[in-house]
């Protein structure tokens, strides 16, 4: 039913698209490290998309204690300025700064391949006689996802995380010190143990698994290659056992870094609800005492459910972060030391 409206949105979306100021391409220095490919022309554009993110997350972290004293306070004000906070707030972040981020994003991955594909166009014809086109497909491919899943990464999972647990520290020390400070101590640990194992693992495996893309990659072509020249079956066959092989050790290495991340979850969710019970029975003592009210401590652990949910994926946060920083590391590398130019090209004098 909606499959002929497909090619209008299709000229809506690029009509749109086409009104983003683009920024001329900058040139990347691939001897240089890979951060310092971000600050790149009109970098400034990120300090707004982080400001638009944290007041975001801070407002959404503070949502449900809003409520709670607006109706502890029979407020219907209160309830409009939240709702019309939230809606300004969306639209900024929606409407502005996504339109900023996208930019910078595009011009920045526009950036760093056309670089790298000058460069590579520019070297001596020597130095393309012993590299392997599958390699290279493989991680300028790759790059193109990890330049922007960094940016992603940061916006909508580490700062969600980190914002929300400072709102519930901060919310339930505001009540009373000690259940700050047992918040604090629980969401500590779960993020160091989530995170240092996490990175652990990635910085173990990630440069190994590299490899083996690379090589997958590398295989893949040499096979398809085969189909535009005529070869002996034998040659075939040894194409496409070399690509098995290579395949089954990849899957290997991969299997066994996921069942290690499953198990480090399964004590993560304990460590959590242990925290979860902690706070639960401080809170419930208070109450009991009556030294607390209801509706506040129903607040309170409402806020602190809302917001400490996330920490449940900041491992795997961490290990995507790591790994696309070891891809990016890897890319630079690899072009900074691809070979030499020594005459020129490319309507160079």
């Not at 790298?116 to 070297?123: C, H, Q």
């Not at 918040?183 to 490899?211: G, H, M, P, R, Y």
């Not at 925290?275 to 029975?281: A, E």
Request: glycine residues 6%; aromatic residues 16%; charged residues 15%.
């Amino acid at each position: 039913m909606l499959k002929p409206l497909q090619p209008s949105y299709f000229k809506l979306a690029k009509k749109l698209g086409d009104t983003l100021p683009y920024e001329n391409l900058s040139t990347i220095d691939f001897s240089k490290p890979w951060y310092r490919a971000y600050f790149i022309s009109g970098w400034w554009r990120l300090g707004i998309v982080f400001l638009s993110a944290v007041s975001g997350w801070t407002f959404i972290a503070l949502t449900p204690f809003l409520f709670t004293y607006s109706f502890i306070n029979l407020r219907f004000d209160w309830i409009v300025y939240i709702f019309i906070t939230r809606i300004v707030l969306l639209i900024f972040s929606r409407f502005y700064a996504r339109a900023m981020e996208l930019n910078y994003i595009t011009n920045l991955q526009n950036s760093i391949y056309f670089s790298s594909i000058s460069w590579l166009m520019s070297v001596d014809p020597i130095y393309h006689t012993y590299r392997e086109t599958g390699v290279i497909i493989s991680k300028i491919s790759r790059i193109q996802k990890s330049v922007s899943n960094i940016i992603d990464l940061f916006i909508n999972s580490i700062m969600i995380t980190v914002v929300g647990a400072v709102v519930s520290i901060i919310t339930l020390a505001s009540v009373n010190l000690k259940y700050g400070l047992a918040s604090a101590i629980f969401i500590t640990l779960i993020i160091f143990a989530n995170v240092v194992v996490n990175i652990f693992d990635s910085q173990a495996t990630d440069k190994e698994i590299l490899k083996y893309e690379d090589n997958v990659k590398q295989q893949e072509i040499m096979g398809i290659s085969q189909i535009a020249y005529i070869r002996s079956i034998f040659a075939t066959d040894i194409a496409f056992s070399n690509l098995q092989k290579t395949r089954t050790l990849h899957s290997s290495i991969m299997w066994g870094s996921s069942f290690v991340s499953s198990i480090l979850y399964s004590l993560i969710v304990v460590l959590y609800y242990l925290g979860l019970f902690v706070i639960s029975y401080l809170l419930l003592l208070e109450v009991q005492n009556g030294s607390l009210d209801v509706a506040i401590s129903l607040g309170l652990i409402t806020t602190y459910l809302y917001n400490t949910g996330s920490l449940f994926g900041i491992g795997s946060t961490a290990k995507k972060l790591t790994q696309d920083i070891i891809y990016l590391d890897d890319f630079f590398k690899f072009v900074d030391g691809y070979g030499k130019q020594t005459y020129p090209v490319l309507g160079e004098e």
